[in-house]
C-alpha cells in the first residue's frame, strides 16, 4: 500500500534540537568552600567524576562528569572575596544576549553580582541577584 506525502511527513525525523535554547535552565553549579569534600560526596552518591578547568584568576573550576558528558560545575569560594556568600546550587538560564537582557534586569530591578564575564569555549556569563535577592546566573552559551 503506498504512503501518501502527508503520512510520509508527519513520519519524517524531527531535525536535531539547539544544543540551548534562550529562557531554559542550561547549567548548575555548586558554590562550595571545601571542594575536596563536596567532590567525594558527589562521587561516592551519584557517580560523577570530575575534570579540572583553570580559571582566569588562578583557582580551578571542576566540571563534574556522567557517562563522560558534563553535568554540573563546582566553584571554590574562597576568601575574602566571597565571605559574604552562602554555599548553594546556583542555576544558569541560557539567553540569547546576556549583555541586553542584564541591561532589562538591572533596570527591572536586579542587581549586578559582578562584572559579566567570557569564559572561552563555554560563553558568555552574568551572575545577578533579582529583585527578591535570589541568586540567578545568565549566560548565552557558545554554539
Do not use: C
Not at 510520509?8 to 534540537?17: F, G, S, T, V, W
Not at 575574602?80 to 546576556?98: H, K, N, R
Amino acid at each position: 500500500m503506498a504512503r501518501t506525502a502527508a503520512a510520509q511527513k508527519r513520519q519524517a525525523p524531527a531535525e536535531n534540537p539547539a544544543p540551548w535554547s534562550h529562557g531554559n535552565f542550561y547549567w548548575n553549579e555548586l558554590r562550595a568552600r571545601n571542594v575536596e569534600r563536596a567532590k567525594r560526596f558527589y562521587e561516592q552518591t551519584i557517580g560523577w567524576k570530575f575534570e579540572s578547568m583553570p580559571r582566569a584568576d588562578g583557582g580551578t573550576y571542576w566540571i563534574a562528569t556522567l557517562g563522560g558528558k558534563p553535568v554540573a560545575g563546582i566553584f571554590e569560594l574562597t576568601s575574602p572575596q566571597f565571605d559574604d556568600m552562602p554555599e548553594s546550587w546556583m542555576s544558569f538560564l541560557a539567553v540569547d544576549d546576556v549583555d541586553a537582557r542584564v541591561d532589562k534586569a538591572v533596570k527591572a530591578g536586579a542587581k549586578l553580582a559582578m562584572p559579566i564575564f567570557d569564559v572561552p569555549n563555554v560563553g558568555r556569563i552574568a551572575m545577578l541577584r533579582e529583585p527578591s535577592g535570589a541568586g540567578v546566573g545568565w549566560m548565552t552559551p557558545v554554539s
